[in-house]
Nanobody, 123 residues
Framework: QVQLVESGGGLVQAGGSLRLSCAASGRTFSTDTMGWFRQAPGKEREFVARITWSSGSTYYRDSVKGRFTISRDNAKNTVYLQMNNLKPEDTAVYRC????????????????WGQGTQVTVSS
């Protein structure tokens, strides 16, 4: 089992920044890919970004490229999502996930999920 705990959400004005953290514990060696997803009210859960523990390879959805940066600290078993120039359409519950698929852009690539943290961007 892998346990994931997110933190860092909140309310911010458009153009502002937030940094989300996802602390992993348990059998983290069983998963190499860490992802961030988000879900807004009435919408489907969507992929945001992913990174691998081993190589640090990253991948982003188009709408966040150049604004969001995913990173990891292997010593702390923690993954971060730095979000800059936030827009109202970024408002959602953000959840981190852990899985073993090297692709990691579908929710079905992940086995373990955190509870989520709310991000609200006001206009």
């Amino acid at each position: 089992q892998v346990q994931l705990v997110e933190s860092g959400g909140g309310l911010v004005q458009a153009g502002g920044s937030l940094r989300l953290s996802c602390a992993a514990s348990g059998r983290t060696f069983s998963t190499d890919t860490m992802g961030w997803f988000r879900q807004a009210p009435g919408k489907e859960r969507e992929f945001v970004a992913r990174i691998t523990w081993s190589s640090g390879s990253t991948y982003y959805r188009d709408s966040v490229k150049g604004r969001f940066t995913i990173s990891r600290d292997n010593a702390k078993n923690t993954v971060y999502l730095q979000m800059n120039n936030l827009k109202p359409e970024d408002t959602a519950v953000y959840r981190c996930a852990a899985g073993s698929s090297p692709v990691g852009i579908s929710r079905y690539d992940y086995t373990y999920w955190g509870q989520g943290t709310q991000v609200t961007v006001s206009s």
